[in-house]
């Protein structure tokens, strides 16, 4: 049997339904057993433009998507313009055939660069910019296309007096899967699953879906049944929600925010969760109702100065922003650095400078974490590359916090926020919560700052002791102080703790090696990009071409000597980022001398795919320095 | 032994400033609220004025230039059991932190918001804050000001502040009372305390008030207090205090403007979704289990996650 392995896309405009499509389509492959994973594309706007949703269907974990996919599904006349070189030979386009006659100049919703590149494109084809044309030659280069008439369809199926464009996305997914082959049962379910709470939009769309597969069956073609594998309880989350997860399972208890894009999902989605039953004793004995104090604050400054100062009565507190916000939020992270508060800071990085490209992909803000805030101050920066890593590492950012006192500034970046990923139940028992040390006495004067061996002053609390903070420099109780020695001594005592951290944080936690380790060839990078490089890899080493990765987690204290002995004897060193100045591989070169010599570069705001970075790596290997990534509609 | 609410610093005010009658009245205020020494938090921001919590022998936050608002709303909001106290200049709250000041009538958040009126930024040597009016030289300006001023009572007033008060520096005791009224407030208490600035404000000197001041308490008419949640007691009130607002020059109104307790302050606004937030408050809930396991669990909280067949 061979294996399962499709990219789809819907595609429609923004405020068409994409979303629910999306969530119909994961919940109906992981109710039937399979593996999943998804990204939502959009533009900054509610409705209107192009709006798309790439997803990746397999037996195995998905851990990237790939171009070109096996079915595309336009819910509107833009879709089947904008993605027509994402399908190839043998792929399926399903689209709407109430747009047949729509023209390329008609597409209003389409920016006019991108009417520009199609419209040439089209002349180079010698084909007249039309969804009709443009299907005949699709169908002339192999490419399956099905018509639907989804006004039809759905007058015929729920009457008159329902508006068809509200039915499109469902139409949409549920032919995609009928011509998958996934039963229409399961279908069903993953409809119920997604609009569960509103009986009569259940209802509807189930017939829909019945519709669908009727039309399907009409056509005549033919469609290998799915073999329909064991369902298991899992969790549907997006990468916002997984940084959400991991903050409540680490104890977080007073979150501040200000709506941006792509941080803001996370904090909306804990105001949902905001109040629940706990345990508090091992054996689920005791249980009580407990919630978390969520503050939409009037800016981003008083969003990270409420947590720094939540963070001083004892509560775990957190802030979650993106590029625009966290520029806001730079003085205040010195604050927290020269007062040594335990705050953590989620970042959303999203296409910059500036406003730059607020719902697309980025990797450009890692200089900018770690050097954000104006004087020398410790700070730690760690780096998610997926949903179950984000869990775990929300929860580590608090430890780490609490541990050493400082800030902790936890990367995420736009493809993982709006991903789709499919996971097991993390347990509670996995969680380690590991908090601040304490004072000794509670009748001796407390010092806010009293030097140690390891810099890490025991906590104090408002509420409980007396003591003072300033964003002066101070003295150990916490009074400004501008005495030379102080000074020096101060300053030392905080960034000493990096140190310590340095020793204490285990290796896991710092860089990941993947692949062959004696590979003359290795690869570097971080965040999201860690899927694709590592499936890239495996179609490379099944050509005989051996690769290691070293995935970087850690970058502040930045783990030099490791990351020195991972890229130990490698000839090339490729550098895979999604930005332009290839900011880790400078950090590689500051902190390790190492010179990264490859690079593989991407900075217009889409998906990194693992086709692209396979193709890339052999362009690396056939002599050049360069490549720059440029897929992604 | 009564808790001794100075600290044994040397206060580095310029001699005749405002600032130590502030002093003063806060630290009697506290004295007299008598709340546990540990319970107070004093917050400031940037400026000669937010040195103030150094200077109080209770936990002091000097933060940032213009923060001190948002500083003081995660601690309330963090653990509602403190009393939060705030010292800001005229233009630390009213200039670089305007925003926060908005946002904090919109709030309620139960803490007092004590509002150093010198009409100068005294630390930078003398600029012209918020405060002062238009076509007004004070010494350490090139030029007379060419900004016009605000009014600090009219715009709390018209962002829902519950307790609009004013206080003169150089009356310590009555600048007392009207903190300790403000602190015993529920809701956002804000005190517009006037204050000379010997070194840069040469117009509105000591000698200046002292001839201007009146007391809005000494009129046995005047009752600035919302004895009914009723739309039109609230609306007198309002207008009230608002026209009470536009009286300065020859004579200055000082004591409460207005006074509303029948608006939910936000913790309350808080409790209605997390009905034992002042019971188990962020700052104290417990968050693991005596192994160091989580206590909150995933399958309970985020079931709605769930793909369920």
Same mark, same amino acid.
């Given at each position: ?71 595309? $599904? ?73 018509? $639907? ?478 490549? $720059? ?5 | ?309």
């Amino acid at each position: 049997m061979s294996k399962t392995d499709i990219d789809l896309i819907i595609g429609g405009p923004q405020g068409g339904g994409i979303d629910s499509a999306a969530q119909v389509v994961i919940r109906s492959f992981t109710i039937a057993g399979f593996e999943s994973y998804g990204l939502r594309e959009y533009h900054s706007n509610i409705k209107g433009r192009h709006s798309y949703f790439h997803v990746r269907i397999k037996e195995e974990p998905v851990r990237s998507l790939r171009y070109p996919i096996d079915m595309l $599904v336009c819910l509107d006349g833009e879709t089947p313009f904008v993605h027509m070189d994402d399908v190839t030979e043998g792929s399926i386009i399903v689209y709407d055939s109430d747009f047949e006659n729509t023209k390329l100049e008609q597409v209003v919703t389409m920016e006019p660069e991108t009417q520009k590149h199609l419209r040439e494109k089209f002349q180079s084809l010698k084909v007249e910019p039309v969804v009709k044309n443009l299907m005949e030659y699709q169908k002339s280069r192999g490419v399956k296309v099905v018509p $639907v008439s989804f006004r039809k369809l759905i007058t015929d199926t729920l009457g008159q007096n329902k508006p068809p464009a509200r039915y499109s996305n469902t139409l949409g997914a549920s032919i995609s899967m009928a011509m998958l082959g996934l039963p229409a049962d399961i279908t069903k379910s993953g409809i119920a699953s997604v609009f569960g709470r509103k009986k009569e939009v259940v209802e509807d769309n189930e017939k829909i879906v019945d519709a669908a597969y009727k039309y399907v069956d009409s056509l005549g073609i033919k469609v290998n049944k799915l073999n329909v594998r064991e369902y298991r309880e899992r969790f549907m989350v997006t990468g916002n929600e997984a940084v959400g997860i991991g903050k409540v399972l680490g104890g977080l208890k007073f979150q501040t925010y200000y709506p941006i894009t792509p941080a803001a999902d996370e904090s909306f989605f804990l105001e949902g969760h905001d109040y629940f039953e706990e345990a508090i004793e091992n054996q689920n004995e005791q249980l009580r109702k407990t919630g978390v104090v969520i503050v939409q604050a009037e800016d981003e400054i008083s969003a990270i100065a409420m947590a720094i100062s939540g963070a001083m009565t004892g509560a775990r507190t957190a802030t979650a922003t993106s590029g625009p916000g966290f520029s806001l939020m730079a003085e205040a992270l010195g604050y927290a650095g020269i007062n040594e508060i335990p705050v953590v800071l989620t970042l959303y990085q999203r296409g910059g400078p500036s406003t730059g490209l607020p719902t697309r992909n980025s990797q450009a803000d890692l200089l900018f974490a770690l050097n954000a805030g104006h004087g020398d101050f410790p700070r730690i920066v760690i780096s998610s590359g997926d949903a179950e890593e984000a869990i775990f590492d929300a929860v580590k950012a608090f430890n780490y916090a609490e541990r050493y006192q400082m800030p902790v500034i936890h990367i995420m970046d736009k493809v993982l926020a709006n991903s789709f990923y499919v996971i097991d139940k993390v347990d509670s028992s996995k969680i380690k919560i590991q908090r601040w040390i304490l004072p000794t006495s509670d009748t001796d004067e407390y010092l806010r700052f009293k030097f140690t061996e390891t810099g890490i002053s025991p906590m104090g609390f408002f509420g409980k002791q007396i003591f003072w903070l300033t964003g002066d420099e101070h003295n150990e109780l916490g009074h400004i102080t501008e005495d030379p020695e102080t000074r020096d001594a101060m300053m030392e005592k905080r960034m000493k703790k990096l140190e310590i951290a340095s020793k204490e944080i285990p290796l896991e936690d710092k860089l990941l090696v993947f692949g062959d380790k004696g590979a003359e060839i290795a690869i570097v990078s971080w965040g999201s990009n860690k899927g694709p490089i590592l499936d890239a890899m495996e179609k490379l080493k099944a050509e005989g071409i051996k690769t290691r990765f070293v995935y970087l987690r850690l970058f502040s204290p930045f783990p030099s000597k490791e990351v020195a002995e991972a890229l130990k004897g490698a000839k090339i060193i490729i550098d895979i980022e999604n930005n332009y100045s290839a900011q880790a591989a400078l950090v590689i070169k500051e902190y390790t001398g190492i010179n990264v010599n490859k690079f593989i570069l991407k900075y217009n705001g889409r998906h990194v795919t693992e086709d692209e970075v396979y193709k890339s790596i052999k362009e690396v290997l056939n002599g050049k320095d360069k490549v $720059v990534m440029t897929s992604g509609a | 032994m009564a808790h001794n609410f100075k600290t044994d610093l040397w206060v580095d005010w310029c001699p005749g400033c405002g600032d130590f009658g502030i002093l003063a009245a806060i630290q009697q205020a506290l004295a007299e609220y008598n709340a546990k020494p540990e319970n107070y938090v004093i917050v400031s921001g940037i400026g000669c004025s937010a040195k103030t919590p150094h200077y109080v022998n209770v936990s002091g936050i000097h933060t940032l230039h213009g923060r001190a608002i948002p500083f003081a709303t995660g601690i309330k909001l963090s653990n509602p059991n403190l009393t939060v106290i705030l010292d800001g200049g005229d233009g630390d709250l009213l200039s670089i932190g305007a925003g926060h000041f908005v946002a904090a009538g919109r709030r309620n958040v139960d803490f007092t918001i004590i509002l150093h009126n010198n009409g100068v930024y005294g630390l930078t040597k003398g600029q012209a804050s918020p405060t002062l009016p238009r076509g007004t030289k004070t010494k350490g300006l090139q030029r007379p000001n060419i900004y016009d001023s605000l009014n600090p009572i009219a715009l709390a007033l018209s962002v829902g502040y519950t307790f609009v008060a004013r206080a003169y520096a150089f009356n310590i005791r009555h600048a007392k009372d009207i903190i300790l009224r403000a602190i015993k407030h529920k809701g956002t208490a804000v005190i517009d305390l006037l204050q000379p600035c010997p070194t840069y404000n040469d117009i509105n000197t000591k000698e200046w008030y002292d001839q201007r001041i009146y007391y809005l308490d000494q009129d046995k008419e005047w009752d600035p207090i919302v004895r009914k949640p009723e739309e039109e007691e609230v609306e007198r009130k309002y207008l009230q205090a608002i026209n009470k607002s536009l009286e300065w020059g020859d004579k200055i109104p000082v004591g409460v403007f207005y006074q509303n307790e029948f608006v939910p302050t936000y913790e309350e606004r808080i409790k209605q979704n997390f009905p034992n937030y002042f019971e188990d408050p962020p700052a104290t809930s417990q968050i693991s289990k005596k192994d160091g396991s989580a206590v909150a669990d995933m399958e309970n909280i985020f079931k709605d996650k769930i793909v369920r067949k």
